[in-house]
Structures are given as structure tokens and as C-alpha cells.
């Protein structure tokens, strides 16, 4: 629902709903259906948001913001999950439940300004974000067996957990958009983020420009770089409300060996996950109105959730830290034909790389959790 109750000022109204189900989620070639599970998610948002020019050049913007997102993953049985050589059988593993309660309040404003060292077109604001999570884990036994059909190993979990995390994200950030001289615009920002699960204060800077390199507007080079921090998210704070898993041995012959182990679950220093990340894009106009463009992209992820067995004092543990690393790297070169909307023809190649810790924390105790 949009409204302008009077000039200057504009008032947006929306509400969404948004259900989903997914049946034999996860199956494949070594997980047939009844290892698979049933997932159901059902999403909610209001969101009100109030444009106001103060001035000519000033503009100021306020959201506010409310959701509720629920998630439930349910097995087709109750019997244990068996893994094999030649896939897996039973019923998969574990059962959850998940709230999470979302509110957010956000004002920006927007300033243009002339001075002798050209155009500005200032951007202030902040955000406030306070997120509620609360879920239930229920797992069940996971039996590894040889491929002669005994078994090699016995995983059981303790009871059902529950777990609850609260927290409120803070952020503030200013950007100016510059244009000293016309052929080359500035772009240059600064955002604080506070981290409201794991209580660390970060600070962003970003930069971009944009250069017109001949006067005709035939050859652009843009380009960026800036520093990113992401959102913790809530479950990592419940980690170690999870059920522990217990290993039980056994030999050739299928009687037990040794005495059983109790992994538990502890977190270690953990640190606000952050990706550094450059561009650079060159822009050409060529004879006969093509366009030919190449652009470089680099992103270096660091600080990322990861979780790695650990076995150095009395007690053996899954211990989640801040230590996972990633890295992104992409090349395009594209050419475009003709002009205007009638006839266009467009010819790209791209070519990426990417690596990451294979361990990642979300891969084992998410919403699609491993055994």
C-alpha cells in the first residue's frame, strides 16, 4: 500500500506470507527416500517505510521492519540412520523446530552539496536490528557399518535440547559520492557494525571510483575495495546447547571394542566473519557500437565458522572456532553488438575460482544438519 499524504512525502505499507514445504528433501542416488526428510518453513514480514524531503537537497528515509520465520524438519522414522558403502537406509537422523523473531529499525539520510571542490551527494544512517531464536533438536542414533554388513562404529546422542539466543545488531555508516572534476566520481564510506551475538565491534571502510578516460566516454575504468563483515548468525550462539554425541567401537566380529566416547561441544574465541574484497571493470566502446568490457573480481572470506575435532586435553570435543577461510576469484570479458533495443547480440566468457574449508559450521549443525 503506497501513500503520499503530501508533497515530499511518500509512505509504503507492505505484508508478506510466504509458505513452503519440501518433501524428500536431501535425497539422492545414496539417500533414498525414506532416509530423506520433510521440511517446512513459513515466513512472515511487515515492513513500514516514510520517505521525507526536508529540502531541495536533503532527503531522510526511515524503515521500520518486523518478522517471524519458522522451520521444521521432520524424518519419515524413528529407527536409526544407517550408513553404508553402498548408501544410506533408515530414517534420517534428526528432528528440529525453529522460531526466530526478527526487528529492525533503520534511518538514512541524504545530502547533495555543492563546493569548489565539486559535487557531493553525502549518505548517513543507521540500523538496528534485534533477532530472537528459539528451537528445539532431537537426534537419534547413526550406525556406521563395513561393507561386509557389520559394525564399524555407533554414534547416540544425548536427550533432546533446547535451545534460545537473543541479540541486537548495531550498525552506523556514512558514504560520500564525489565528483571532483567531471570526468572522475569518488566514492568513499565507512560502516561500524556491533555484533550483538558475539558482542565485537567492527569497522568497514570502502572505496570506488569511476574514470572516464577519454573525453568521448569511450573507455571507463571503475573500480573498488572495501572491507565487509557479516551477521552472526543466532544459532552459532547455541552451539553448545546441542546434544553431544557418544562413539561406540566395534571389531571385525561386531563386539564392542574399547570403551565408549563422549564428544562435547565447546566454543572457542570466535570473531565477527569478514571478507575483503576487489573490482576492477574496464569499459570500451569500439567502431560499429560494440562494447567491450572486462571486469576482475576478488573476494577473501576469513573468520568463518568452522568446526574441528580437538582432542588436547582430558576431554575430546568439537570445538567451533573463527578460523574457517574462503576465497573467490572471477573474470569476465564480454562483448556487445548493436545498438539500441531492436537487434543486440552479446558474447561473454567467465572464468572463477573458489575454495573453502569444507567443514563449515552451518554444514553440521544447521537446519540440514550432517550426521
Given at each position: 500500500v503506497?501513500?503520499?499524504?503530501?508533497?515530499g512525502?511518500?509512505?509504503?505499507l507492505s505484508?508478506?506470507?510466504?509458505p513452503r514445504?519440501?518433501?524428500n528433501a536431501?535425497?539422492?542416488?545414496?539417500h533414498?527416500?525414506?532416509?530423506s526428510?520433510?521440511?517446512r518453513?513459513?515466513?512472515?514480514?511487515?515492513?513500514?517505510v516514510?520517505s521525507?524531503?526536508?529540502?531541495?537537497?536533503?532527503?531522510l528515509s526511515?524503515?521500520?521492519?518486523a518478522?517471524?520465520?519458522?522451520?521444521?524438519?521432520?524424518?519419515y522414522?524413528?529407527?536409526?540412520?544407517e550408513l553404508t558403502?553402498?548408501?544410506?537406509?533408515?530414517?534420517f537422523f534428526?528432528r528440529?523446530?525453529?522460531?526466530?523473531?526478527?526487528?529492525?529499525?533503520a534511518?538514512?539520510?541524504?545530502?547533495s552539496?555543492?563546493?569548489?571542490?565539486?559535487?557531493?551527494?553525502?549518505k548517513?544512517?543507521?540500523?538496528?536490528?534485534?533477532?530472537s531464536?528459539?528451537?528445539?533438536s532431537?537426534?537419534?542414533?547413526v550406525?556406521?557399518?563395513?561393507?561386509?554388513g557389520?559394525?564399524?562404529?555407533?554414534?547416540?546422542?544425548?536427550?533432546?535440547?533446547?535451545?534460545r539466543?537473543?541479540?541486537?545488531?548495531l550498525a552506523?555508516f556514512?558514504q560520500?559520492?564525489?565528483?571532483?572534476?567531471?570526468?572522475?566520481?569518488?566514492?568513499?564510506g565507512?560502516r561500524?557494525?556491533?555484533?550483538?551475538?558475539l558482542?565485537?565491534?567492527?569497522?568497514?571502510?570502502?572505496f570506488?571510483f569511476?574514470?572516464t578516460l577519454?573525453?568521448?566516454g569511450a573507455?571507463i575504468l571503475r573500480?573498488?575495495a572495501?572491507?565487509?563483515?557479516e551477521r552472526?548468525?543466532?544459532?552459532?550462539?547455541?552451539?553448545?546447547?546441542?546434544?553431544?554425541?557418544t562413539?561406540?567401537?566395534?571389531?571385525?566380529?561386531?563386539?564392542?571394542?574399547g570403551?565408549?566416547?563422549t564428544w562435547?561441544?565447546r566454543?572457542?574465541p570466535?570473531?565477527t566473519?569478514?571478507s575483503?574484497?576487489?573490482?576492477?571493470?574496464l569499459n570500451?566502446r569500439?567502431?560499429?557500437?560494440a562494447v567491450?568490457?572486462?571486469?576482475?573480481l576478488?573476494r577473501?572470506?576469513?573468520?568463518?565458522?568452522?568446526?574441528?575435532?580437538?582432542?588436547?586435553g582430558?576431554?575430546?570435543?568439537?570445538?567451533l572456532r573463527?578460523?574457517?577461510r574462503?576465497?573467490?576469484?572471477?573474470?569476465?570479458?564480454?562483448?556487445?553488438?548493436?545498438?539500441?533495443?531492436e537487434r543486440?547480440?552479446t558474447c561473454?566468457?567467465?572464468?572463477?575460482?573458489?575454495?573453502?574449508d569444507?567443514?563449515?559450521?552451518?554444514?553440521?549443525?544447521g537446519?540440514?544438519?550432517?550426521?
Amino acid at each position: 500500500v503506497d501513500v503520499r499524504p503530501a508533497a515530499g512525502h511518500a509512505r509504503t505499507l507492505s505484508a508478506a506470507f510466504f509458505p513452503r514445504r519440501l518433501r524428500n528433501a536431501g535425497m539422492d542416488t545414496f539417500h533414498p527416500p525414506e532416509v530423506s526428510r520433510d521440511l517446512r518453513s513459513t515466513g512472515y514480514h511487515l515492513s513500514f517505510v516514510e520517505s521525507a524531503t526536508l529540502s531541495p537537497k536533503a532527503l531522510l528515509s526511515s524503515r521500520l521492519g518486523a518478522s517471524l520465520f519458522d522451520v521444521t524438519v521432520s524424518p519419515y522414522g524413528s529407527g536409526p540412520m544407517e550408513l553404508t558403502v553402498e548408501g544410506n537406509r533408515g530414517a534420517f537422523f534428526n528432528r528440529q523446530d525453529r522460531r526466530t523473531l526478527a526487528y529492525e529499525w533503520a534511518e538514512t539520510l541524504t545530502l547533495s552539496r555543492q563546493s569548489r571542490a565539486g559535487e557531493h551527494l553525502l549518505k548517513a544512517g543507521i540500523n538496528v536490528l534485534h533477532a530472537s531464536y528459539r528451537g528445539h533438536s532431537d537426534s537419534r542414533a547413526v550406525i556406521v557399518r563395513r561393507a561386509n554388513g557389520t559394525i564399524g562404529w555407533r554414534q547416540d546422542f544425548g536427550p533432546p535440547t533446547s535451545q534460545r539466543v537473543g541479540g541486537t545488531d548495531l550498525a552506523a555508516f556514512v558514504q560520500d559520492q564525489w565528483r571532483p572534476v567531471s570526468p572522475l566520481q569518488l566514492d568513499l564510506g565507512l560502516r561500524v557494525d556491533r555484533d550483538g551475538v558475539l558482542r565485537r565491534t567492527s569497522l568497514g571502510p570502502r572505496f570506488g571510483f569511476a574514470a572516464t578516460l577519454v573525453p568521448s566516454g569511450a573507455l571507463i575504468l571503475r573500480g573498488g575495495a572495501g572491507i565487509f563483515y557479516e551477521r552472526t548468525p543466532l544459532n552459532v550462539g547455541a552451539f553448545e546447547s546441542f546434544e553431544s554425541p557418544t562413539v561406540s567401537w566395534f571389531g571385525p566380529d561386531g563386539s564392542p571394542s574399547g570403551v565408549p566416547v563422549t564428544w562435547h561441544l565447546r566454543s572457542g574465541p570466535l570473531y565477527t566473519p569478514r571478507s575483503r574484497v576487489l573490482n576492477l571493470e574496464l569499459n570500451m566502446r569500439a567502431a560499429r557500437g560494440a562494447v567491450v568490457k572486462v571486469n576482475h573480481l576478488r573476494r577473501n572470506g576469513s573468520r568463518e565458522f568452522v568446526v574441528d575435532p580437538a582432542s588436547e586435553g582430558q576431554v575430546p570435543e568439537f570445538l567451533l572456532r573463527s578460523t574457517g577461510r574462503s576465497a573467490f576469484e572471477e573474470t569476465e570479458v564480454s562483448v556487445r553488438f548493436g545498438e539500441g533495443d531492436e537487434r543486440q547480440l552479446t558474447c561473454s566468457y567467465v572464468r572463477s575460482h573458489v575454495t573453502g574449508d569444507s567443514n563449515s559450521y552451518d554444514q553440521y549443525f544447521g537446519t540440514m544438519r550432517a550426521p
